[in-house]
């Protein structure tokens, strides 16, 4: 029940176009829903984050939408750059659970110039 | 950058010695992390830290100990090991709220 499943496992996309990228979870004690960003050789950077009482979150060009009925929460990366092309997280947690987040087996995006 | 340095970032050991990661922050946050990641299985928790001495076993946590005597300090130790351990360990911290950030990571081979 503490398992975040994220689909697709690669994705490539041409530039200036939607990356989008999918989880669920199971657990609706889940309360933070953050996304990681991890070029090849670095640590995961926090990119953006929701919480359940919100349907939405934006933060330049990329978006977090959640469904809460649904259990289901989603990255999209608008105009998507060659520069983008980095291995994305979704990730979840609660407070309950000391914050320790568990991380959905990542998606490798290439976004081909 | 987050304040976090893990040493050594690089490693080559061999099966049955003991090994020492070092995590160290310079943000004085209460939480402290390791994880592993290996392909097709994410970041997976080891072990983690919510206070000095005061630690507990995360899912992966069979074969590795941890002790943090300072707040700035948490040591992940492999005490035999072993070549499923191969892996990239990454340390991350966290106050008490749920903004969690990672170190650089530290690459270990188990020949």
């Known amino acids: 029940q503490q398992q975040v499943k994220q689909s697709p496992q690669s994705l490539i996309v041409q530039k200036g176009g939607i990356s989008i990228i999918n989880c669920a979870y199971e657990?609706?004690?889940?309360?933070?829903f953050p996304w990681y960003q991890q070029f090849p050789g670095k640590g995961p950077a926090l990119l953006i984050a929701?919480?359940?009482?919100?349907s939405e979150k934006k933060e330049g060009r990329f978006t977090i939408s959640f469904n809460k009925s649904a259990k289901q929460f989603s990255l999209h990366i608008m105009d998507s750059q060659p520069g983008d092309s980095a291995t994305y997280f979704c990730?979840?947690?609660?407070?309950?659970?000391?914050?320790?987040?568990?991380f959905g087996a990542g998606t490798i995006l290439r976004v081909k110039s | 950058d987050a304040g976090i340095t893990q040493s050594p970032r690089h490693k080559v050991t061999e099966t049955g010695t003991p090994v020492t990661l070092r995590c160290h922050q310079t943000?004085?946050?209460?939480?402290m992390y390791w994880y592993r990641q290996d392909p097709g299985h994410g970041l997976r928790l080891i072990h983690y830290s919510y206070g000095v001495k005061d630690t507990d076993k995360g899912e992966v946590s069979d074969g590795y100990s941890v002790s943090r005597s300072k707040t700035e300090d948490f040591l992940l130790t492999l005490e035999s090991a072993t070549s499923s351990q191969t892996s990239v360990y990454f340390c991350?911290?966290?106050?008490?709220?749920?903004?969690?950030?990672f170190g650089e990571g530290s690459w270990l081979t188990v020949v």
């Open positions: 943000e004085n946050h209460r939480y």
């Open positions: 657990n609706t004690a889940f309360d933070y």
């Open positions: 990730a979840a947690t609660y407070r309950e659970y000391g914050n320790k987040l568990v």
């Open positions: 991350a911290i966290g106050r008490n709220g749920n903004t969690i950030y």
């Open positions: 929701i919480r359940p009482d919100v």
